[in-house]
């Protein structure tokens, strides 16, 4: 999936006749060094979508990782070496970095967010609010930043939202026709936006019971109402300054479409030199 992903953004870049200033500039057989460092703080992701840009552009092209995903960079920090020809070597450093440095900034958002919740038992979890094409990544680089994967999928668990109430019913209704369409395997979570909806959701029986758009002090009060009978997710306009008090309150979850849509690019650079 990496190579496809990556081949489809270099041939966007290349275009019908490749870097033709790398053309026009360099000598067909130069060679260059080039180091890939970060500019700002944050957590690594995506080293290996920047591999596969170096190597599907000249398979001849050292390329050499000083540090693994996962990671925490401080500025100024290498995080891989490259080695070869320089038209190919430059034809890939912005595919290579796009993808870097985009990944690392999902990482990087859901580091802070989980740095913020670490004393507690709530983990940070992603959504389905992805690039499209690019969501499996997307939530790899969430994980990568210390946080959890919410569904991949709208095949992976039956999530019933206000729009499923509205024309089922009900949420009691809605939760009975999952159950009954559901097999044994397959989890229920259900949306509510009141303490009143959270009592009628647990009479039905749901395995996680999202609680949606609700304040610090009222999300407190839906876990003393479930006592422990569900897993609990917050969720809805939850941000960096909000989010501890939200941990705080007891649920086990806190989901965040901002850490996969709107998280910003990691500042990372490539400087080369001659070889």
């Known amino acids: 999936m990496v190579d496809e992903t990556v081949k489809a953004a270099l041939l966007e870049d290349w275009g019908r006749a490749g870097d033709i200033t790398s053309q026009a500039t360099l000598p067909k057989h130069a060679r260059a060094r080039a180091v890939i460092a970060a500019r700002k703080p944050?957590?690594?992701?995506?080293l290996g979508f920047?591999?596969?840009?170096?190597?599907?552009?000249?398979?001849?092209?050292?390329?050499?990782?000083l540090k693994q995903d996962g990671e925490r960079l401080a500025p100024n920090d290498q995080v891989a070496r490259i080695e070869g020809p320089a038209r190919a070597l430059l034809s890939a450093e912005r595919v290579a970095l796009n993808f870097l440095g985009h990944l690392s900034g999902i990482a990087t958002a859901t580091s802070r967010f989980a740095d913020q919740i670490a004393h507690t038992k709530a983990k940070i979890v992603c959504t389905r609010k992805t690039t499209p094409g690019l969501r499996a990544f997307e939530k790899y680089a969430v994980k990568c930043g210390g946080g959890a994967n919410h569904r991949f999928g709208l095949d992976d668990a039956i999530l019933i939202k206000d729009n499923h109430i509205a024309v089922a019913g009900g949420v009691s209704k809605a939760i009975d026709a999952a159950r009954a369409f559901a097999g044994h395997l397959v989890k229920i979570e259900v949306e509510?936006?009141?303490?009143?909806?959270?009592r009628e959701a647990l009479q039905a029986g749901p395995d996680v019971v999202m609680l949606d758009n609700m304040s610090?002090?009222?999300?407190?009060?839906?876990?003393?109402?479930?006592?422990?009978?569900?897993?609990?997710?917050?969720?809805?306009?939850?941000?960096?300054?909000?989010?501890?008090?939200?941990?705080?309150?007891?649920?086990?979850?806190?989901?965040?479409g901002w850490i996969t849509h709107s998280s910003p690019v990691l500042d990372l650079g490539l400087d080369i030199e001659i070889a």
């Open 42 to 46: 944050g957590v690594l992701a995506g």
């Open 50 to 65: 920047a591999e596969s840009a170096c190597r599907q552009t000249d398979a001849t092209l050292s390329f050499l990782p």
């Open 192 to 198: 509510v936006d009141t303490l009143d909806q959270l």
């Open 216 to 256: 610090p002090e009222t999300l407190q009060r839906a876990v003393e109402i479930a006592a422990g009978k569900v897993i609990l997710e917050a969720s809805g306009g939850i941000e960096l300054d909000t989010v501890k008090a939200v941990a705080e309150a007891g649920v086990d979850l806190i989901s965040s």
